[in-house]
């Protein structure tokens, strides 16, 4: 079992900055990838950023150049650096890990972007 809490949503403007943080426990020793999903009201659930256990970063195209995904395994946690914030960005913010037989998802931190 994996457990996950994400810390570091709120309330920002257009234009400014957030860091997120998602801080794994449990078995972590079985985790071989995280990422963060982010879902907008009436909206699907959808990708924003994935980094493997190797550190190899996968990003949507919406964020490229805007978003950082990164890892502390030492701290076992995944971090996801949100820079030049759009109100489209505004969301509930979901952490996952995936292991080779299951994947398991935190309880989300809301992002708002007002513009």
């Known amino acids: 079992q994996v457990q996950l809490v994400e810390s570091g949503g709120g309330l920002v403007q257009a234009g400014e900055s957030l860091s997120l943080s998602c801080a794994a426990s449990g078995s972590i020793f079985i985790i071989n990838a995280m990422g963060w999903y982010r879902q907008a009201p009436g909206k699907q659930r959808e990708l924003v950023a994935t980094?493997?256990?190797?550190?190899?970063?996968n990003y949507a195209d919406s964020v490229k150049g805007r978003f950082t995904i990164s890892r502390d395994n030492a701290k076992n946690t995944v971090y996801l650096q949100m820079n030049s914030l759009k109100p489209e960005d505004t969301g509930v913010y979901v952490c996952?890990?995936?292991?080779?037989?299951?994947?398991?998802w935190g309880q989300g931190t809301q992002v708002t972007v007002s513009s």
């Open positions: 996952k890990a995936v292991t080779s037989w299951a994947n398991y």
């Open positions: 980094i493997t256990r190797g550190s190899v970063t």
